[in-house]
């Protein structure tokens, strides 16, 4: 099996140059990546269903033949719409096909067709729109294998690609799970496995095939993680000879909590040890007071004669940070700068000049501080706030601003201790499990849509005060895109209800900028009433918001409804939180009743995690891991299984050494340079 990743796909008949660079496009560069391009789904073909017992959104097999007259019309720019219908006997669907002239000749009268393709129903019933079509009579594979694409490589070049590649699997493959794992975990070989992932005969040789590729592939996943945690044992960190905390603690206006106290202490001890650059996760939830950590760690370091580089993921929040350690170290001879990528260029070339020249101490900025221009004198620690919004790439090219600097991450995602092993295999972690006292408890209603006049209302109430308000609109229909979703309802929520104020919109497709600008208005008060899809989460401080409403409520994870709730309830007003939720399943509702019960961050952690395994808290790439293929994330009986397997290798040999784990530290290479970066 290794040496097929030796062999560019190139090789392969019918894939030219060109044909090659999609393939590279979607990561395939050789004959072994293409072998582990799993399908995405499959087609079954075997199994039509009966006209009456399809419903919208089902992607399904028909049979029959047509039923009506065929009917062309022309659409705006030069385009064509094709109606039939076809009846299985029973019942009648309408055919839509777009853009294809030579459907009236391909489809014939009197003959029997498999349709496959997505119902959609619309007010005149359920039609599927350019279905795939076969001949009823012609003999085809049950399941078809259904690749993601790119544009320009269609599904039957990568069929066509895959039936050679699995032609050129030796008899004997190399496989990286060794035999008497496999034994013991009553899992089936890779050869047996990579060919009935792409042309399964059965389900059941479908779900072993894809067992053991899950399996696989959290294990490799694990391990890498493990392995690098080992990697920074060994290199050297750039040190701390004095402990500076209590001197730190005294410029805070506040007292710290307990929590803060012991991770402000977790961090200097692991500066002050030296032998290993830290490597520390700070996890607290939003508004634990994690800043002022991340603050007391740059302060030994500027005290120690090395420079903290601070990186935040948007430019508001960058500058919020810079304006509090700008605050916090103004009677000392500290001096903190700012680099984000909107300040003029003369600006920028003069702090990257006092970075180089070592005049700044600490420095907050965006990526702006990863860019090659970006030069310290003498880096001695990175941090990265809001962890889940930067990759492990990114991480990897602050810290290769220093040498050997120490790393700290903070994030605000609390995360089960039972994921936090996968997740953040790498990292030491302190716990940040209190909040600051004499925080007003943020009151969390759940409503259905009935009472929205009334909470629209109450909502106006706070806007009359003074105070400003957030809308959350998720993606209604993943069809839809979030800019549809967010301008839309804002701009309906413009025009009628709240016409009389002042109103932003917010989305994640909006250039960085425009967020950003967004952002600040709503910040200023220039704009009081806020309509965003999520990109709010990230943690900008507002403290006159007051209320947020949250539509759809049911659609979004427990976890992310605290990220959201969070955003309210930082100063001193009461704070309210709207769930808005017409959902009828129980399950549903109890899953949001428990956000009405608590505002403890782990407490909804755990309960999400109960209520609906652990999606969510790996949901789009969040934490900068390696991209999967295959393991859902969401199956704990696998995360489990895999954790307990990594073990029993762990326990036969530590650092993966001996011929029988060849195979898996290839595999772990080939995982960690494929995500864009070294994980370190
Ligand atoms: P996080 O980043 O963890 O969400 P921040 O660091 O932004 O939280 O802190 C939230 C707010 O709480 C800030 O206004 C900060 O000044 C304040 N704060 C932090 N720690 C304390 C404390 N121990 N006592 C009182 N206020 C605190
Ligand atoms: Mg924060």
């Known amino acids: ?151 320009g490589l269609t599904n039957k070049a990568v069929q066509n690609a895959v039936s050679q590649a699995l032609s050129m699997l030796p008899e004997k493959v190399a496989d990286p799970l060794p035999e008497y794992i496999r034994k013991k975990y009553n899992l089936c070989d890779l050869r047996r496995s990579i060919i009935n992932i792409h042309t399964p005969q059965t389900s059941v040789d479908y779900e072993k095939a894809r067992h053991r590729l899950v399996i696989e592939e959290l294990l490799v996943l694990s391990l890498g993680i493990r392995s690098l945690k080992n990697q920074h044992k060994e290199a050297r960190g750039t040190n701390i000879s004095v402990d500076y905390t209590d001197e730190f603690v005294s410029l805070l206006p506040f007292k710290p909590t307990n929590a803060q106290q012991r991770a402000m202490n977790d961090c200097s001890n692991d500066m002050l040890n030296g032998k290993v650059p830290m490597n520390r996760l700070v996890q607290g939830d939003v508004g634990s007071g994690k800043t002022a950590i991340a603050a007391c760690a740059c302060y030994n370091m500027a005290k120690n004669g090395m420079q903290s580089a601070f ?20 009677d000392t001879n500290i001096s903190v700068g700012l680099l984000t990528g909107s300040l003029t260029a003369s600006k920028k070339k003069k702090i990257r000049e006092q970075l180089e020249n070592g005049d700044i101490d600490i420095v907050v900025g965006t990526h702006a501080l ?199 309830g930082r100063g001193t007003d009461k704070s309210y939180c709207i769930l808005v939720s017409d959902s009828t399943s129980e399950n549903t509702m109890e899953r949001l009743r428990v956000m009405t019960s608590t505002t403890d961050g782990f407490k909804i952690a755990d309960e999400d995690l109960r209520l609906r395994g652990p999606g969510d808290f790996f949901g789009e790439r969040q934490h900068g891991l390696p991209e999967l293929k295959i393991a859902d994330i969401s199956d704990m009986s696998s995360l489990y299984l895999s954790q307990d397997i990594a073990q029993d290798i762990l326990d036969d040999s530590p650092d993966l050494s001996g011929d029988i784990y060849k195979g898996l530290r290839s595999a772990i290479r080939r995982l960690f340079e494929k995500s864009n970066g070294t994980m370190n």
């Open 1 to 151: 099996m290794a040496s097929l990743f030796e062999i560019p796909i190139r090789t392969l008949k019918g894939v030219g140059e060109k044909k090659a660079e999609l393939f590279h496009k979607i990561g395939i560069r050789s004959v072994g990546d293409l072998l582990y391009y799993f399908p995405r789904s499959y087609e079954d073909w075997s199994h039509p269903v009966m006209i009456s017992d399809v419903k919208g959104g089902d992607v399904c097999c028909i049979r029959g033949k047509l039923s009506a007259t065929m009917r062309e019309s022309r659409l705006p720019g030069n385009r064509i719409m094709v109606r039939a219908e076809v009846s299985d006997g029973y019942d009648a669907m309408r055919l839509v096909f777009f853009n294809n002239k030579y459907i009236t000749q391909m489809l014939k009268y009197d003959t029997e067709y498999l349709f496959y393709g997505k119902a959609t129903k619309d007010f005149s019933g359920v039609q599927m729109i350019s279905p795939e079509f076969i001949r009823a009579d012609s003999n085809v594979s049950s399941f078809r294998p259904v690749y993601s694409l790119t544009a």
């Open 311 to 330: 990186m935040a993921p948007t430019e508001i929040l960058a500058e919020q940070h810079f304006a509090t350690l700008q605050k916090l170290f103004k």
């Open 370 to 568: 990863i860019t090659e221009k970006t030069v310290f004198k003498s880096l001695g620690l990175a941090i990265t706030d809001e962890q889940h919004r930067f990759g492990v790439a990114q991480r990897s090219r602050l810290l290769a601003k220093g040498k050997d600097p120490h790393l700290l991450v903070m994030s605000a995602t609390p995360i089960p201790r039972t994921l936090a092993l996968i997740v953040y295999g790498d990292l030491d972690i302190s716990i940040v499990d209190e909040v600051p006292p004499g925080r007003q408890p943020i009151d969390t209603l759940l409503i259905n849509s009935d009472k929205r006049a009334r909470a629209f209302k109450f909502i106006k109430d706070q806007l009359d005060k003074g105070n400003r308000a957030y809308i959350v609109c998720p993606l209604v229909d993943e069809d839809e895109s979030e800019l549809a979703a967010a301008e839309e309802y804002g701009a309906e929520l413009m025009l009628q209800e709240f016409s009389d104020y002042p109103v932003g919109i917010i989305h994640g497709k909006m250039k960085h900028k425009d967020k950003d600008k967004t952002m600040r208005e709503f910040a200023s008060g220039e704009k009081q009433l806020l309509v965003a899809t999520t990109v709010i989460e990230v943690g900008v401080d507002v403290p006159s918001a007051t209320i947020m409403m949250i539509e759809n409520a049911e659609r979004f994870g427990l976890s992310q409804l605290h990220q959201l709730r969070g955003r309210v």
